[in-house]
T-cell receptor, first 113, second 113 residues
């Protein structure tokens, strides 16, 4: 079955540690996205990539980094510079067609204490 | 400033009634609009796309309208069921090619038996 996989489902880290969230898709989609979701805030865009080896900052990129070395994979690193990292993180992908829908993974809930 | 607002954070309706959710936007000129459903702890799932030159789209018990004069989209679920309980998100697709979607904060719908 084609889909987009995020792992792990739950992640716990101590403050000051970097952590990397995994996102893999086998849909052959060109574009991939990372969103953060907090209660009452909706989806906020962190980074996106429309092609391998290229990515752009979204609205809240500070304290995060990404790479896109392979079409299938778009890992997100939450660095110690991110002030409030505890959140629900969603990865999504889509084809290159302009109005095509986003396909989301089931998220990673990160808790930093 | 640019805003996208969904009518209320939460909406409760009786089973069998029609649920109507509203998405209003300010200072955007979207080329299309998409609606997603999100269940707790899961990623959003695409439901419907409506383009700026379309007044209405239907899919089974779902209907979406798009009024570019009022800058509003309405999302209707007819003959609602408890299984329709979820958060519904609207997302604007902007005119610049392949610009990321802009999401509203969502409306949490509860259908009461």
């Amino acid at each position: 079955d084609g889909g987009i996989t995020q792992s792990p489902k739950y992640l716990f880290r101590k403050e000051g540690q970097n952590v990397t969230l995994s996102c893999e898709q086998n849909l052959n989609h060109d574009a991939m996205y990372w969103y953060r979701q907090d209660p009452g805030q909706g989806l906020r865009l962190i980074y996106y990539s429309q092609i391998v080896n290229d990515f752009q900052k979204g609205d809240i990129a500070e304290g995060y980094s990404v790479s896109r070395e392979k079409k299938e994979s778009f890992p997100l690193t939450v660095t110690s510079a991110q002030k409030n990292p505890t959140a629900f993180y969603l990865c999504a992908s889509k084809t290159g067609t302009d109005n095509s829908p986003l396909h989301f993974g089931n998220g990673t809930r990160l808790t930093v204490t | 400033s640019q805003k996208i607002e969904q009518n209320s954070e939460a909406l409760n309706i009786q089973e069998g009634k029609t649920a109507t959710l509203t998405c209003n936007y300010t200072n955007y000129s979207p080329a299309y609009l998409q609606w997603y459903r999100q269940d707790p702890g899961r990623g959003p799932v695409f439901l419907l796309l409506i383009r700026e030159n379309e007044k209405e789209k239907r899919k089974e018990r779902l209907k979406v309208t798009f009024d570019t004069t009022l800058k509003q989209s309405l999302f209707h679920i007819t003959a609602s069921q408890p299984a329709d309980s979820a958060t519904y998100l609207c997302a604007l697709g902007l005119r610049l090619g392949n610009t990321p979607l802009v999401f509203g904060k969502g409306t949490r719908l509860s259908v009461i038996a």
